[in-house]
C-alpha cells in the first residue's frame, strides 16, 4: 500500500489495508448486504505533521478518524501507533491508549456536555484516567483555558454561555489535556463562520508548533486544507484515490477527481477563476453498498475507458510526485 510517507524517520501512525463495513442484514430474497464505508485505506503520519482526509460527504473520512481513534473497530486490516498495533486494543490497554489519542469533534456544541461546567468538561479526562497533574487538576484546567484563548474566570460557565468558536475551543482544551501526541480533527471548522475558522486553524497551528502534535485533520473544505496540511489524501468511495505532499498536489493533481475537486473551490481572483479550465463530474455519487466494479470512479469520471469498468486502479507514484488511483495518470494533460 503506497502511503508517500514525507519523512525517512518511522512514522507516528501508520493505517495499512483499513476497511469498515457496516452490515444490513439480508433482503427478502438476496445475499448478505453491507455499506462499504472505508474500503482497503492506507496513510501514514510522521511526528509534528498534519494529514488531511478530503473529499465529499460520505466518501469515508469521518468512519476513518473514528477507527484510527478507536472509538469504532476495523472490519480488517491494521493500525500501527508508535510501533504497536492497536487495531484490537480493549480494556485497561485501549483506555490508556487514549491519552495518546485524542479528537476534536464537528460541532462544538453536541459534542459538551450542556449540564457541565466548562471546568467540568475539561477536568473530565483527568478524572477519568486517574491523574492528578501538578498543582492540581483545577489548575491545570484553568491553564488549558488560557492556552486556548479562554478567559479562565469562566471556568464555573456553561457551553450555552460561549459563542461556537469558543465552544470549539473548549473541545480543544479537553483535547489537550492528557497531553496527546496525535489528535483527530474531524472538520472541526466546518460549522464556524469563516473569520472565526481562521482563528481557530490558526490556534491548531501554535499548538502543533509549540507541543509537537500530529494531526489527522478531516475537512471538505480545500483553502483550509491547503493552509493547515504538509500532506493530503484524496478520498473517493471508501478509498484513497490520491495522496501526496500538499504544494505538489494542489499544483498538479493527477487524479481526475482531484481535478474536480480543485477546479471547483472557488478562487478570490476573478480573472483566474474565468480563465481555469473546470472539470465536471456527471451523475450522483454511487453507493457504498454497491460500488462500481473496476475504478470506482469510473461512472462520473470524464476520462473513463473500458479498462476503468473491469480493473481496479492501484495507488502508485505518478510522474507528478503525487500517488493515484488512476490508470492514464500519466497520458491525461493535467489540468490546474
Known sequence: ??????????????????????????????????????????????????????????????????????????????????????????????????????????????????????????????????????????????????????????????????????????????????????????????????????QVINLLQDLQRDLGLSYLFIAHDLSVVRHISQRVAVMYLGRIVEIGDAETLYASPSHPYTQALMTSAPVPDPDRAAARQRVALKGELPSPMNPPSGCTFHTRCPFAADRCRSEAPVLRVTEGGTAAACHFAEVRPVIA
Do not use: W
Not at 519523512?7 to 489495508?17: E, G, H, K, R
Not at 445475499?31 to 465529499?56: C, K
Not at 508508535?82 to 456544541?109: H, K, N, W
Not at 488549558?144 to 460557565?157: D, F, I, K, Q, T
Open 1 to 198: 500500500m503506497t502511503t508517500l510517507s514525507a519523512s525517512a524517520a518511522p512514522a507516528l501512525l501508520t493505517v495499512d489495508n483499513l476497511s469498515k463495513h457496516f452490515p444490513l442484514g439480508k433482503s427478502l430474497f438476496g445475499p448478505e448486504r453491507s455499506v462499504r464505508a472505508v474500503d482497503g485505506v492506507g496513510f501514514s503520519i510522521g511526528r509534528g505533521e498534519t494529514l488531511s482526509l478530503v473529499g465529499e460527504s460520505g466518501c469515508g473520512k469521518s468512519t476513518t478518524g473514528r477507527i484510527v481513534a478507536r472509538l469504532l473497530t476495523a472490519s480488517s486490516g491494521s493500525i500501527v501507533f508508535e510501533g504497536d498495533d492497536i487495531t484490537s486494543l480493549d480494556g485497561a490497554a485501549l483506555r490508556a491508549l487514549r491519552r495518546d489519542i485524542q479528537m476534536v469533534f464537528q460541532d462544538p456544541y453536541s459534542s459538551l456536555n450542556p449540564r457541565q461546567t466548562v471546568g467540568d468538561i475539561i477536568e473530565a479526562p483527568f478524572s477519568i484516567q486517574g491523574i492528578e497533574p501538578p498543582g492540581g487538576r483545577r489548575k491545570a484546567v484553568l491553564d488549558l483555558m488560557a492556552r486556548v484563548g479562554l478567559n479562565p474566570e469562566h471556568v464555573y460557565r456553561y457551553p450555552r454561555e460561549f459563542s461556537g468558536g469558543q465552544r470549539q475551543r473548549i473541545g480543544i482544551a479537553r483535547a489537550l489535556a492528557l497531553n496527546p501526541k496525535l489528535i483527530i480533527c474531524d472538520e472541526p471548522v466546518s460549522a464556524l463562520d469563516v473569520s472565526v475558522q481562521a
